[in-house]
């Protein structure tokens, strides 16, 4: 039979602009969120991640904002690159050294030279 | 370092059959999780192993099943195979806590 997709949310950004890429959680326990960079054929990437007992975070070119009041995450992209261009997913863990992470369904971001 | 490594990259089986997939975590590392990514799905959680134990399992049958060994090498295990269980396996290694780091996934098509 047919099989239906989950449609990607696209985020189409020219090159050197800044991205951002958004992000709602619903697990009011979860205390730790990360944000993975997939490209096609690979396996998702980390990029950088956040404490719930932090609101901004900075890596190289990429930021994170968490806002936990109305649970929600973004990742702020500097200077978008070509290289840029892939599925991102922001993920989820609760409290405890538990691995069980759970994956938003990912935004596609295309750069456009 | 090297990175988490995963065997087979491409399997084909048909359905009825079970097959077994294997991950290598990165040296130290000693949790290991498994996802499944699908088009309609997108990635979902599978379980975790850490010292051989499982501690955790996600919404999916029991003929999804693993194991880890004493050296953390992890294998998973789907058996009686359907067409629905054509996905990108994808095997994830951590230390306690921290962040995980992924391996290229294993493409399993069911036919």
């Known amino acids: 039979g047919e099989s239906v997709g989950l449609h990607l949310p696209t985020l189409s950004v020219q090159e050197g602009d800044n991205s951002i890429i958004n992000c709602a959680y619903s697990?009011?326990?979860?205390?730790?969120f990360i944000w993975y960079k997939q490209e096609s054929g690979k396996g998702p990437q980390f990029i950088i991640d956040i404490r719930s007992n932090m609101d901004k975070r900075q890596g190289q070119r990429v930021t994170v904002l968490l806002n936990k009041t109305v649970k929600h995450l973004s990742l702020q992209i500097a200077a978008t690159q070509p290289g840029d261009s892939a599925v991102y997913f922001c993920?989820?863990?609760?409290?405890?050294?538990?691995?069980?992470?759970?994956f938003g369904i990912g935004t596609k971001l295309q750069v456009i030279p | 370092k090297a990175g988490v490594t995963q065997t087979p990259r491409y399997l084909i089986k048909t359905r009825g059959q079970q097959v077994t997939l294997s991950c290598s975590p990165i040296?130290?590392?000693?949790?290991v999780s498994w996802y499944q990514q699908t088009p309609g799905q997108g990635l979902q959680f599978l379980f975790e192993y850490f010292s051989e134990t499982q501690r955790n399992k996600g919404n999916f049958p029991g003929r999804f099943s693993g194991r880890q060994f004493s050296n953390s090498r992890s294998e998973m295990n789907v058996s009686t195979l359907e067409l629905g269980d054509s996905a990108l396996y994808l095997c994830?290694?951590?230390?306690?806590?921290?962040?995980?780091?992924f391996g290229p996934g294993t493409r399993l098509t069911v036919t």
């Open positions: 994830a290694s951590g230390q306690q806590g921290y962040e995980q780091y």
């Open positions: 040296s130290g590392h000693r949790s």
């Open positions: 993920a989820e863990k609760s409290a405890g050294g538990y691995q069980k992470v759970t």
């Open positions: 697990n009011s326990a979860s205390d730790y």
